[in-house]
Every structure is written in C-alpha cells, then in structure tokens.
C-alpha cells in the first residue's frame, strides 16, 4: 500500500497542475475541519446591528440618515431654534445644534422613551417611572432625573406651557405633573398599556393606548372614549382647530373632526364618537404621527421606515430613504425630525468589515455559511465517493474474474444501473426518503458505483490471463488469494483514479440536490445556500450571496481533477510517455 | 414496505453513521460563538440570566415539528427552526423534519401520525364566513382525513358550532362564533402564529384603479371591472405561477381553477369587495323561513352561444352537483333537500337544517351551467381536456387554456355589466415559479401578478417607478397545530406554556418584513365582522413559559 | 452478427422492463398517496374514495401493476394526476423542449470541443496547453446551476439584453413544434441555457480529442505524413484528428443519451419547460403516470443511443468506456 501511496506522490509531484490541485484540495480540508474557528459568526445566527438614527426632514425633502448615537433613539422633539433633541435606550440623550448632532452623556441608566419640550421645559420619561427634567437652554448633563412612585414604563410625555404635563405608560399608568406640585400618580381606570399622549392645553388632551384604548383628559381625570377600534394605537396628534389623529398597528390611521364643530368638548370620551378609518397604503406599524402646521397635511411614520404623508385627504407613501424601524419623531414649523432605530436584522449587507462575504436576506452570516459548507461538501463527497470505489471495485473485481454466471449476472445489473438517469434518480431517492445527509450519501453513492464496476472488470479480464496469475493457479491460489492478492494491487492505480471521479462527482452532486432543496435540512452546504439566494429572491441584487458558493464548488471540483490528471497517467502509463 | 426498503440499506447505514457522527456537520449542535455579537440587548441578556440551561423537562420525549421544506415555503421552514430554539430553551426537545408538501399533508390529514405540525389554511372567499374555520376545531372532524387531525375536542364548542350553523340572525352568531373562538384561544389546541399580507404588485404606466381584497389581494373578481388603462394597452395581462388544475367545473378542486372559470360563469350572487352579498344573476333573494330561500332570476341573461338563462338552468345546475356529488362543493350545498321552480323566474331552495350563511357560502360559490350542455354529459369527471365545455353566462368568455402557459378571457358584450369594462381582454401568463413571474414584472410583460411576492423581492418592486406594491391583509393563517393524542400535549398547560415560547414578534418582524400580523385566532383580525380581539394572545414571554411548566410540576 | 443483434436487443428489452418495474414499485411504495395533495382544499372521504377509483388507485398494487404493463403494451402512458389530461402528450411535448436546447448544446460543444482538442495537441507542451487544459476543466467543475444563475445575473438582470425564463414570449400562438422553435424569439431564449450547458460539456470533448491524439501522433504515419512534406496543420486537422474523431463521436451519443434526463437544474434554473422539470414537479406532486412516464423516457433515450453506440462499436472498447467516465 505505501509504495502505491509513493507512487501516487511522485505522480502528483511530477505534474504542476496536479499539485496545485492538492494544495487546494488539503486548504479546503483544514477550512472543513477548522469551520468553528475561521466562521466569525454562526452562520444560522440572525445578525443585528444597533444604533441610533436620526432624519430631519425640512419641509420639502429629507436629509441623509445620520447615525448619532451607540444606542436605538425612541423619541425626538424640534425645538423652536432649529436645534432639537432625541433620546433613547440606556438614558441615551442627542442633542441637535447648528445642525451639529452631539451624543451627550446620560444622566440616568434607564431606557428613555418618550419626549416632549415646551418653550423652555423639555421633560423625557422612560422605563422603571424614570423622568428627566431639563430646561432647554441647558445643557443635558444638568438635566435632573425624577423617579416617579411606579415601576412601569413611561410610553410618552406631552408638555403644555411649562408649568404642565402628561406622562403615560405601561398597565394603565398615568401621571400628571405640574410645576407647583411635581409628579402625581392618577387613576386611568385601564390596564392597557398606554402608547401615546397630547395635550391641547395645561389640563386637556388624549392619551391612547394598546387594544384601541383612547381616553379623554381633562384636569386631572381621565374618560375612556367607547368602540374607537381593537387595534393596538400607538401614536396620536391634536392639530391647532381640534382634529385628532390616530395611528398605530397594522397600517391603522384613524381621524377625528374637531369635537367644537360637533358641539362637544374634547375632554369628553362620549364627545368622541364619529371617527374615521382612513385608508392606509400600508399595513404594516405606525410609530407615531404629527400635523404639519394645520390640520390637512400630517406625516405618519413606523416600523422599517414607512412613512406616509396626508395631503388633500389622503395619505400617500412618502419616501424616506431609510427602511429600518423609526420609533419617534417630533415637529415644528412644518419640519420633523424622525429618530430610529431598533436593533435591526442586518439583511443583504454587501461585504464588509464585519462580514467579508456579506449578509443573507435575515442578515446571516455568508462568510460563515460557506465555511461550514466545506465540511457538507467534503462529508459527502468523500464517503460518497468511498461508497461508490468499494462498491464498484468489488464488482468489478468478481464480474471480471468469474466471468460465467456470476459475471454475466453482475454485469447485466450495471447494465440496469447504466440506464438510469443519474440525477433523475439520486433525486427520486432523496424525495422518497426525506432528505437527511445520509440519505444523500447513499443516494449519491447507490447510482454511482456502475463506471467504476464496468472499468474494473475490463481491467481484471486482461488482467486474468496474464501469466502471472496462471502461475498463481498452477500454485494452487485459491480464487479469492488470486482476485484479491494478485489481481487487485494491478488495478489499484484504476482505483485510486476512479475514487477522485467519484467524489469530484459526489461533491457536484450534493451540491445539486441542495441547489433544488433536497439537501439535507439544517445544514449549510453550498449548493442549499445558492438555493436559499434563489427562492428568497433578493440574488438579483446580492452578487455577493451567489458568487462565493459557486466559486467554492468549482475549487474542490477542479482540484479533484487536477489530482485526477495525475492519476490518469499512473494508471495509463502511455499518457505520460506522449506528452 | 417502505420500512423494508429502508431495512435493506441499514447495512450501508451503520458504517455511515458512524462516519457522520464523528463529524458533525449539522450546525445547530454548534454552541454559540465564543466572540458574539457586541451588540446583545439588554433584553436578551436577561433572558439568559434567566434562563436556568441545566433544566431539563424530563418527563418530555423528542417533539418532532413538521414544517414544510425550504423550497415549498421558507417562511414555515424558518419559523419551525425559530420556535425549535425557543422551546429548547425551555428545556424541550425538538426536532424539526422539513418534509415534502405532499407527505407533509399525508402525515398530518390522513394518517394523523405527528407530534405538532407548522401548517397553514389559505384565505379563499368563501372561508371569510366562519363556519370553514370553526370547523377545523371541531369535535366531527376528527377523523382519519379530516379537517381537525389535532384532535381538539370540546363539549362547548361543538355546542356552539351547531348553534352558529343554524342561527339566521347576524349579531346572535357572531356572539356564538366569538364565544368559540375565545374557548379555542384559551385551550389552545392550535396555536395561530401568523396571517401573512399578500403583497402583489401592478404596473402603473398601463392600468389603474385597481381592486384590493383580503385573502385575494388584486386577482379576484373585481379587478378586471375597474381597472382603468392608462395608456392604449386594454388587454390587462397577469402573470401567475400558479395554473388551474383543470377547467372542468365538475373537477377542479383548486382555488386557481375556479379563480379563472367565476369569470365566464355567473353566480346567482357575488361577494363585493367587502364581502357584502351582491344581487347577480339573482335580482333578489329572500328566506321565507328557516329553511327556505327563494331567488328571482334576472331576465336579460344569455349563455355565450346565445341561448337564455333561465331558471330551469338554475335548478338543473344545483341538482346535477347534488347528483354527481362533487366534493368540492358538497359543504356547500349538501343540506339542500330540493331546487323548486315557482315561476319563469322564481327558483326556491328547501334545506333540510337552518343554515344561516346560505347566501354568502352557496348562492355566492356555485356557477350557473347551461343545461343544454351538461343535460347529456353522465360522466362529467371522464371528459378529455379538448371535450370540457366553456359555455358559461358570465361577464367574460372563455378564449384559450394552454396547459403550463396561458390562459386568456374576452368580455362578453351581451352581459348585463358589459358597459362596466374599461378592458377587453384579459389574459394570464403561466410562469414556472416565483421568479419568473417577477421576472415578467420587471420586463413590463405582465401587469400584475396573481400571487404574492417573495419577501426578496418586494424592495425591489418598490424601487421600480412604474410598479406599485400593494399589501393586502389574508384571513388565512399559519399555525402549529398540537396532537392533542400525544403527551405532553394532551394537558392545556404545556399547550400555553408552550405558546408563550414562540416569539411571534420575531417570525413577522424578521421573516415576513413586517408585513403580516402575529396570530391569535382561526378568524383573522382582517376578517372584522367575526373576529374575537379579545382571544388570548399569549405574548413572548420565557419566564411565563417556565412558571407555568413549573407550576404543573414539569420541572423539578 | 445477426445472433449478436438478436441478444442485445433481447438485453435491451430486459433491461428496459426492469426498469419499469423498478420505477413502478418505488414510486408506488415511496411517495405519499397523490390524493392526500387534494384534502386541503376539503375533500371529504367518500370524495377520495371516487378519486382513488378514477384512476385505478383502490386497486392492490400489484394488479395496477399489471394495468400499467398492459396499457403500456398499448401505448397508454395513463391520466396525470395533475393536469387532468393523457401523459403521452404532456411528456413528448416536453421532451421536445428539451432536446431543442440540449441538442444545439451538444451539437456546439462537439464540434468547438474537439477543434480546441487538436489546437491543444498542436500546442503541446506550451503555456496554451496547460491553460486550456486548466480552463476546461475549470468549465466542467463549475455546477451548470450556478453558472447559469451568474449569466442570468449578468445578461438578464445586469445587462437586460437577453430574456432568462422560458422558452418563449407568450402570449404566442403556435400550432405545433416547429413554428415554436423556428423563431428568432426562440432563439433569444436559447442562448443563455445553451451556451450554460455548451460551456459544461465542452470540456470532455476537448480533452478527449487530446489525448486520443497524442496517442495517434505518435503513429507511423504521422510521421509519415510529414516527410511528404504535409503542412503541421494538413497533419493535425486531415490526417491526425480524423483518426481520433471515433471516440469523440461515441461520447457524443452517449451524452445525448444522458442529456435529455441530466440537466434538470438547467431547466429549473431558465424555467425551461422540458422533460427534467416536469419530472421534478411530477415526483413532488406524487403524480405517479407522469413521473413514470418522464423516468421510462429518460432510460429509454440512454438505452437506445447506448445500444446504437454498442452496435457501432461491437462490443465496448474499454477506453470507450473511459471516457464515459466522466460524463
């Protein structure tokens, strides 16, 4: 056997191609067998990214996306000169001014999620009753934190002329805060959790809520307004002449006319009993919502930056140029600031940094993708191609040696085995039997073996009548001595040759029953990533998701041919001799 | 057999097992990467402080999930795989087996053999009345084959089902079917994961005006009535990967077969956009009592080969289905008794049970066949493709079916809403899968598509000026459907723990796009007039889940 | 002869019903029942019980296998499931579709490949050699799948010039075969598929004519050849690749043979509507007749062009079947 393995070196080390065919082949071997060390992500982890974003939009077009601070921002308030403010996860405060973003060190460790700011007071509320304080002319390290008496989550915070406002938030909660007395708990009546609130003025306004909850303000009590809707809202404007807006889940956008046109007072649940759905070209989350001066044009915005805007009574998409989540916003002067962004599935990011071969359409690593794809593509090609050799030698081997019954039996099977169409029926296996990867390595290797058998036995039938092996006879071998002693190591060269055929085969038929979606499930191979990049669509537009794979495939494919090459001439010497 | 034929290749299969477990290559053993992403939310971070790993659920088996294959939907076939790592950190052992539709819908309808299911129940129009939905949990549909292979049962329930059935008065029986649907929330037999939108997408520089319905976005039957052409172009093409199975309308059992022949035959009523039944080839109907309807037919109708419509083709129709006993319609009609005609244009229908959704589910779903044809055809199942009659009475006349490639339908100018057409044709162009249909989309071949868009492909659609992208909301919903015969599923308990670890914020927000809606109950949120808001929603919640493992003594 | 005729033949019939057999069996045995496909959409069990009978489904398995031997004999292929219709049709419809992209394919891979053969050999032992030998085999490891999506990347959606889908615009009324394929429409839907499979087979040819070469130049006559003065290119082209042709034109028939069932990723990747596909879908859809049929037409091909080959050839030449090897 080692003279045969020195042999095969010297063969290979004679022929340059074969020998670069080796070292791709023994690269991809050690990537196989150090995929958890080279795959910087695992590969079925669905990668997110974090950061907070802010768009301003100027009243006739909406700037670049600026990433301005290390955490999800939540809600955003203009500010009467030009400058504005956001904040967000972990306390995160963003102050805007001269157009300059500034990401200012927290104040407090609790995530802030609503925002509001009057002329002068700018008050954030968040998680575990957290309130921040702060004057806007202030910078937000003076800004002072107020616990309130809860443990829920403040949603949202309205201001009214500085000395009033409104907190709302989660299982019902509701408090009011004015500057003589600070914050006080008020009974709402509902365990909803709260999303949203306005106030028109120091004691009026509308707090809304989950399960299409709306309430009714009005000093210090709170009246539930009956049947708006049972979807959950999340978002709610009042416009100067009274006109309220609604938005929230699944696409909802729902309008009411100003309660003085119908007699009523705002503060009044009952009083708000005629509202409008209107038409939503999207179905999809409403974050938040705001008039833009007066009460016809009003621009919604949400869940992977949809944006809509209301003009002439119907509400049109609007495009932001940004498709992740945006969480708040704030306006003045016909101009909005919109904050974002939730962690985000990172999905068809071309190559980068972080990921060298770019991301998957659920943000999945493709670098890793492939790299645990070798282990698929040697796994099978090798024991499928093993499968095949041992198979295929051994039949070869007897129909060539017993050439009576059992050969002409033998070889009228391989005939059988040669009619059928070798994908057509590795992949009819592979329904039949659930795909599984060792159903694709017998599938593989069960159709396969037919060559080498028919090549063998041409080999062994000249083989038997050379002298040596009647010499064996005479010397009384007995058959299976003779076939397996004698006769087998003249037909190893063969062997050998067909083995690298069989798995440069097996590793392009792996990676086909994985490219039609019969490859084994729940595991990366290169034709089921190629596979994946096609049903999902967005291959026309990721190169960088279909070109790895393929490359790979063609690699090992075409080292195994390469080392083939080398073989060829071992086991047909007369190849050599002429070129 | 098959276990024999798998028996013979267990000699091979020992040597490979061996070879594959010394090399894993299945990733989801793989432990999570040592250098994580940086960026982990606090969120996540308590869940896994929370989260004990060493505790195991003893007393639970392997749970084999079915979900379809990737290449069937990948949606389930990831949401399997999400709801799998879930559950694992509960302690429960999953496996999930991606399986051929077809085997798939063997071994859960026929053979009822699995554990827990990822499946699905699409949104078709005549699905919109309850009764389709509320059945599939229903106590006599628990054979071998039916439609409740969870083998839910429940006294109260089916006690409602039959009440609803029966009941003609509207607000009556949408309290029963809200009753229901709070008593299958609660027990949860099976859990409603999702509703996916269907997002379709048109070509604006040819056509306008187009018709959106739930569960049919703009292939339904409307669509052809107001669309408006913008440009010269009046045949509105459709691209569909999707064919019918046949035009035989005594043998298609597919919702494409019969999408296609609504438009050349008439129904005595139409369902409009809002599913409010429409007077059709029926001026009027009435129900003079529980178990009577009685229709006027209109007179200004004619076949395409020129002969009238008369209610003798009405009560022939109703009566030949009722006689070949085609299953498809057979829910449809089987609790008529007898198709009476009263006058030349009066036809009444005496049902052997109340049966309150009679004009929404059968006047509004069966065609009206000329009897001239038919009368002489016994066997209709046997015709050849070339025999099959295209004479209907409807808006729009058969032109073409070439089978895998295209289909194609003129108005008929003596219909009674001809004038109502701003086109003259329409035709649908037979792609082989998703991609080419987006293909055809792009090329500016086709004008819509039939069939809803690959999440893939949807930003690509919105970045072209001339498509425009429409979501329209399905009542037709995925679930996982619990075998209520198999521990530990048969105690309530598990069924709501286990609710409360699959996280359906996660499957909509990331696989879908957004675009769909966490699911509560069989009837969706998009279907308003039946739906329960009140049903149990069992939020994501992993501490809950334990709780209640733990309290019904499932861990240690 | 006439005795080696008659037993090849009598081989090929056997072999041919062995198939059948095994295909019948293991489709039966292994895929779902096809009706099961239809409950979903509410049938109920009486209804499937009708639909079992109609197409000869509550029969035991064996007595459908005699069925479908008998109607075989009569040229019935059966109903498919799917489409409703007679499967005779369906299948030479599709395999006309796809020998109308295969044989082009072969047809220029087998006349290319082997020009660039006796170029290699004309070349030996120079860069060229090596390079093409290297760009070849590159060709053939790289899957057509994939070397077909990145040409669908690059001339469909890069360059927008080429259509990637199907075999021709529709709607298009045509009444038969001929007048489908005979338009400059068609050819614009062939180039892409055509040059994706040409460019995978167009290797083996090429290293065929090679090495054959080698062997033959170094014959007598070559040598011959050249002391009367021949040109290197009247030697390599007239006197030298004319004796190296035999094995090419063999392999050429048996890839024939292996193409019209071989290519299915082809035909899924270009929604091409040949035989590959249909069985694909066929087979998903446990529409027994029609995936028999696809399978029985497959085999019948290979056998057929493997026989015809045989017959030329005698009995198999073993570096023949080397070179099958690799195909």
């Known amino acids: 056997m080692s003279t045969w393995l020195r042999s095969i070196w010297r063969a290979i080390r004679a022929d340059g191609l074969a020998l670069t065919g080796l070292g791709l082949l023994l690269g991809i071997i050690t990537i196989a067998a150090a995929a958890p060390l080279l795959a910087p992500h695992d590969p079925n982890e669905i990668n997110e990214r974090v950061e907070g974003v802010a768009l301003l939009y100027d009243g006739a077009s909406w700037g670049e996306p600026e990433i301005v601070a290390d955490q999800p921002l939540n809600a955003a308030t203009l500010l009467d000169d030009a400058g504005g403010v956001a904040v967000g996860e972990a306390g995160r405060i963003a102050v805007l001014a001269d157009e300059e973003w500034e990401d200012a060190a927290p104040v407090t460790d609790a995530s802030l999620v609503g925002l509001d700011a009057d002329s002068s007071t700018v008050i954030a509320v968040g998680a575990e009753g957290t309130a921040v304080h702060g004057q806007v002319a202030s910078a937000p390290e003076e800004w002072e934190v107020q616990g309130l008496d809860t443990d829920a989550v403040l949603r949202d915070v309205s201001v009214a002329g500085d000395e009033a406002a409104l907190a709302v938030g989660d299982d019902g909660t509701v408090a009011a805060w004015d500057a003589t007395h600070g914050w006080e708990l008020l009974d709402s009546g509902v365990d909803a959790h709260l999303r949203g609130v306005r106030l028109t003025g120091p004691g009026e306004g509308v707090v809304v809520g989950e399960q299409g909850t709306v309430l009714a303000y009005a000093d210090g009590a709170l009246d539930p307004v009956p049947n708006v809707t049972f979807r959950d809202l999340l978002g709610v404007d009042v416009a100067d002449d009274g006109t309220v807006l609604l938005v929230g889940e699944r696409g909802t956008i729902l309008r009411h006319p100003p309660v003085t046109e119908t007699g009523g007072e705002l503060s009044e649940g009952g009083a708000l009993g005629a509202w409008e759905e209107m038409r939503s070209p999207e179905s999809r989350v409403y974050e938040d919502v705001r008039f833009l001066g007066g009460a016809d044009t009003a621009l919604a915005l949400g869940e992977r930056g949809i944006a809509v805007g209301l003009e002439d009574g119907v509400w049109e998409r609007v495009d932001t140029g940004y498709s992740r989540s945006l969480l708040g916003m704030g306006s003045a002067d016909g101009r909005v600031l919109a904050v974002g962004t939730e962690p985000y599935q990172n999905e068809l990011a071309a190559p980068s940094a972080d990921h060298w071969f770019g991301t998957t359409h659920l943000g999945r690593d493709i670098f890793s993708q492939t790299i645990w ?6 796994l099978v090609g090798g024991l499928a191609a093993l499968m095949v050799t041992l198979i295929g030698t051994n039949i070869g081997l007897i129909a060539g040696y017993f050439k009576g019954r059992t050969g002409g039996l033998l070889m009228r099977f391989v ?9 057509a029926f590795a992949l009819i296996l592979v329904l039949i039997f659930r795909p599984s990867l060792l ?27 050379r002298p040596f092996v009647k010499a064996a006879r005479v010397a009384g071998a007995s058959d299976w001595r003779i076939l397996y002693v004698h006769i087998m190591p003249n037909v190893l060269p063969l062997v050998f040759l067909q083995l690298a055929v069989a798995m440069a085969f097996a590793i392009t038929a792996e990676a086909t029953l994985s490219f039609l979606g019969l490859g084994p499930p729940g595991v990366y191979s290169w034709g089921g990533i190629l596979h994946e990049a096609r049903l999902s669509g967005a291959w026309r537009v990721a190169w960088w998701w279909i070109i790895p794979p393929g490359i790979m495939i063609m690699i090992t494919v075409v080292a195994v041919f390469f080392i083939a090459r080398a073989l060829e ?7 050599a001799t002429k070129s | 057999m098959r276990t024999r034929l798998l028996g013979l290749l267990a000699l091979l299969a020992a040597l490979m097992m061996i070879a594959v477990a010394c090399a894993p290559a299945e990733q989801e053993d793989e432990p999570a990467d040592a250098d994580e992403a940086v960026e982990e939310t606090d969120e996540e971070e ?12 003893e007393t639970f088996a392997e749970i084999d999930l079915l979900t379809t294959t990737e290449g069937y939907d990948p949606i389930r076939y990831e949401a399997a795989f999400m709801i799998e790592e879930t559950w694992g950190e509960l302690g429960v052992d999953v496996n999930v087996e991606p399986t051929e539709f077809s085997t798939l819908i063997e071994t859960f309808y026929d053979q009822q053999d699995f554990d827990a299911v990822v499946a699905g129940w699409s949104g078709r129009v005549d699905r919109l009345d309850p009764q389709h939905f509320l059945g599939t949990l229903h106590g006599g549909q628990t054979d071998l084959g039916g439609n409740n292979p969870g083998q839910f049962v429940d006294a109260d329930y089916d006690e409602l089902f039959e009440l609803q059935r029966a009941e003609p008065d509207l607000e009556q029986r949408v309290e029963y079917v809200q009753d229901m649907q709070a008593i299958a929330g609660e027990e949860v037999p099976v859990n409603v994961l999702f509703y996916r939108d269907e997002v379709v997408a048109y070509n604006n520089e040819n056509f306008e005006d187009f018709v959106e319905m739930a569960g049919e976005a703009l292939y339904n039957e409307w669509t052809p009535y107001e669309v408006t052409p913008v440009g010269d172009e009046t045949d509105l093409t459709i691209g569909t990967p999707e064919e019918p199975d046949t035009i035989n309308p005594l043998d298609s059992t597919t919702v494409w077969g019969w999408k296609f022949m609504r438009m050349y035959y008439d129904k005595l009523i139409r369902l409009s956009p809002d599913a409010e039944p429409e007077a059709w080839a029926a001026e009027s109907w009435d129900a003079p009592d529980d178990t009577t309807w009685e229709i006027t037919l209109r007179d200004d109708m004619t076949f395409h080969d020129g002969e009238p419509v008369t209610v003798d083709d009405v009560k022939f129709t109703y009566d030949y289905y009722l006689e070949q006993e085609f299953g498809y319609f057979m829910p449809f009609i089987e609790m008529i008794e007898e198709t009476e005609v009263v006058d030349d244009e009066t036809v009444r229908f005496h049902l052997d049970s109340p049966f309150g959704p009679f004009p929404n589910v059968t006047l509004a779903q069966i065609p009206i066949l000329p009897e001239h044809i038919w009368a002489d055809i016994d066997e209709p199942q046997d015709l050849a493709p070339e025999d099959i009659p295209t004479v209907g009475s ?19 100018d003596d219909h009674f809403t001809a004038e109502d057409f701003d086109i003259e044709r329409m035709e649908l162009i037979i792609y082989a899968d998703a ?34 992208v429409v979501n329209a909301p399905d009542f037709g919903y995925y679930h996982l459907t619990f075998n209520l015969d198999v521990e530990p599923f048969d105690d309530p308990e598990v069924r709501r723990a286990l609710s409360h670890a699959i996280d359906k914020d996660q499957i909509v927000d990331v696989l879908l796009d957004g675009r769909g809606e966490p699911g509560t109950s069989v009837i969706a949120p998009s279907n308003p007039t039946w739906h329960n808001p009140d049903t149990a929603t069992f939020e994501f919640d992993m501490d809950q889940a334990r709780q209640i493992l733990s309290d019904a003594g499932y861990y240690d | 002869m006439r005795s080696y005729l008659a037993a090849r033949i009598a081989q090929l019939v056997l072999t041919f019903f062995v198939i059948l057999t095994l295909v019948f069996f293991l489709f039966r045995l292994g895929l779902p029942d096809p009706t099961s496909a239809l409950i979903t959409e509410g049938l109920s069990q009486e209804d499937i019980q009708r639909t079992r009978e109609r197409f000869g489904l509550d029969l035991p398995v064996w007595q459908q296998y005699f069925v479908f031997l008998g109607n075989l004999f009569t040229g019935e292929l059966g109903t498919s499931f799917h489409y409703r219709a007679p499967v005779g049709f369906i299948v030479v419809d599709r395999l006309l579709n796809t020998l109308a992209m295969m044989l082009p394919a072969i047809l220029l891979a087998y006349t290319l490949g082997p020009a660039l053969g006796v170029q290699l050999t004309w070349k030996r032992g120079r860069g060229i050699e090596r390079g093409g030998i290297t760009l070849g085999l590159i060709l053939r490891s790289a899957p057509v799948f994939w070397t077909g999506m990145l040409a669908i990347f690059v001339f469909g959606v890069g360059l927008g010039i080429l259509p990637t889908s199907g075999m021709r615009t529709l709607p298009y009324e045509a009444s038969g075969f001929f007048d489908k394929i005979l338009t400059l429409d068609f050819l614009r839907h062939l180039i892409l598929p055509m040059l994706v499979v040409a460019a995978y087979y167009i290797a083996l040819p090429m290293l065929i004519m090679r090495n054959t070469m080698l062997e033959v130049i170094g014959d007598d006559f070559i040598e011959f050849c050249r002391a009367r003065g021949f040109s290197e290119a009247r030697t390599m082209y007239r006197h030298a690749a004319r004796n190296a042709l035999l094995p090419v034109v063999t392999q050429a028939a048996v890839t024939t043979g292996l193409a019209v069932g071989g290519q299915i990723v082809v035909e899924v990747v270009f929604s091409w509507p040949g035989l590959g596909r249909e069985m694909f879908q066929a087979v998903q859809t446990s529409d027994y007749p029609m995936a028999q049929a696809t399978f029985i037409f497959m085999a019948g091909m290979i056998l057929v062009l493997n026989f015809l080959v045989d017959l030329v050839y005698g009995r198999l030449d073993p570096r023949v079947a080397d070179a099958s090897v690799r195909s």
């Open chain 1, 373 to 378: 794809g070798s282990r698929t593509a040697l």
């Open chain 1, 415 to 423: 005939d059988v085995m040669y009619a059928l169409p070798l994908e």
């Open chain 1, 439 to 465: 159903i694709v390595i017998l599938a593989i290797g069960l159709v396969t073996w037919r060559t080498t058998a028919r090549l063998i036995r041409a080999q062994v039938l000249s083989l038997a009548e």
């Open chain 1, 569 to 575: 001439v071992l086991s047909n010497p007369r190849l």
């Open chain 2, 46 to 57: 308590d869940d896994e402080d929370v989260a004990d790993e060493d505790v195991e659920v």
């Open chain 2, 394 to 412: 409807g808006p729009m006349e058969f032109e073409s079916y070439d089978i895998g490639e295209y289909q194609s339908l003129v108005v008929f």
């Open chain 2, 435 to 468: 991609e080419g249909v987006f293909t055809g989309l792009q090329t500016q071949e086709i004008d819509m598509t039939a069939w809803r868009l690959e999440p893939g492909q949807i930003p690509q659609a919105e970045d072209e000026d001339f498509l425009t």
